[in-house]
């Protein structure tokens, strides 16, 4: 008898839920565990409806995917989670593989790549979609050097916000010189002259967003 793999979904758009709902129900192996619609609910029905796997999106109210993710991994290090979500910027993938996401979906993904997404994480395993591989791999060749540390992407995204360099380092807990020292290695990275170039390169590369 096939042991049935509980999945709790999370995602602030009800019809997305149950969207997704209706798509895992086809599977004979998979079952829905719960529906959350914050990254708070999410955290308290881990505790309660235990799943093997956390479907979660990234856009959340109260507490984001990311954060979200991080804590379930703090409270309980075995759940298994599945980011599933429309952004694929170097800034967001790389924050939820560090919150300890086992893997990272577009939601463009087919019935068929995200039931097997699903099944891979529950087993232990991680799930990238090709385009999120491809930004991974990317970042781990020798191209470290030249793509931002998460650091300069918080700094590089506040000052894309229009902060100044005061503001950043009061936000950041930073000295205002060590602000300065970041912006201009991300120029340097960027191969860019000024903050205004850097922030209109890196929405262009999708390296930072502002949604």
């Known amino acids: 008898m096939t042991t049935s793999i509980r999945v709790l979904i999370v995602d602030d758009h009800p019809v997305v839920r149950d969207g997704i709902a209706a798509v895992l129900g086809t599977q004979p192996d998979l079952q829905i565990a719960g529906l959350a619609g914050t990254g708070q609910e999410a955290l308290r029905q881990v505790a309660t409806v235990i799943p093997d796997v956390v479907l979660m999106d990234l856009q959340l109210p109260e507490m984001d995917g990311v954060r979200a993710t991080a804590a379930i991994k703090a409270a309980h290090p075995q759940a298994h989670v599945l980011v599933l979500t429309t952004y694929d910027t170097d800034s967001d993938i790389i924050a939820a593989i560090d919150a300890g996401a086992d893997g990272y979906l577009l ?88 903050r205004t170039a850097a922030v209109t390169t890196a929405l262009a590369r999708g390296i930072i967003r502002l949604a």
């Open 107 to 194: 939601k463009q993904a087919g019935r068929d790549e995200l039931c097997a997404a699903i099944r891979t994480v529950a087993n232990g395993g991680s799930a990238l979609s090709p385009d999120v591989a491809a930004k991974v791999l990317n970042r781990m060749r020798g191209a470290s050097d030249t793509r931002l540390s998460p650091r300069e992407i918080e700094v590089l995204t506040a000052a894309a916000r229009g902060r100044g360099n005061k503001q950043i380092a009061r936000d950041l807990h930073l000295s205002e010189a060590t602000v300065k020292t970041h912006l201009l290695h991300i120029y340097t990275k960027l191969g860019v002259a000024d």
